[in-house]
């Protein structure tokens, strides 16, 4: 499976940004697909998560009610919806796409990371 993240840029706090990663390759095998992210000198963190064919959805409590996560399984892209953005959110956001589970251990590819950038 490859993954190709892009959507990132420069919003100021209180904007939006819409976050895509398409996937390609043995696509049919992914049990559920996810975004990471990881600030300047800061570990990589989960930020959400959703099943491929369920759609269930799981995000870390500091993004809840700001982000959204969603699929497109015909055009086998993944989104997150990113609304009332603060500086906290900067960092390099990554797709990654798992054949098990959803957990943050779960996954298996990971696509290259696209900056996002708050100003104050």
């Known amino acids: 499976v490859q993954l190709q993240a892009s959507g990132g840029g420069l919003v100021q706090a209180g904007g939006s940004l819409r976050l895509s990663c398409a996937a390609s390759?043995?696509?049919?095998?992914?049990?559920?697909m996810g975004w990471f992210r990881q600030a300047p000198g800061k570990e990589r963190e989960f930020a959400a998560a959703?099943?491929?064919?369920?759609?269930?959805?799981y995000y870390r409590d500091s993004v809840k009610g700001r982000f959204t996560i969603s699929r497109d399984n015909a055009r086998n892209t993944l989104y997150l919806q990113m609304n009332s953005l603060k500086p906290e959110d900067t960092a390099v956001y990554y797709c990654?796409?798992?054949?098990?589970?959803?957990?943050?251990?779960?996954?298996?590819?990971w696509g290259q990371g696209t900056q996002v950038t708050v100003s104050s």
């Open positions: 390759g043995r696509t049919f095998s992914i049990y559920a």
């Open positions: 990654a796409a798992s054949k098990t589970g959803w957990t943050p251990k779960d996954y298996d590819y």
């Open positions: 959703i099943t491929w064919s369920g759609g269930s959805t």
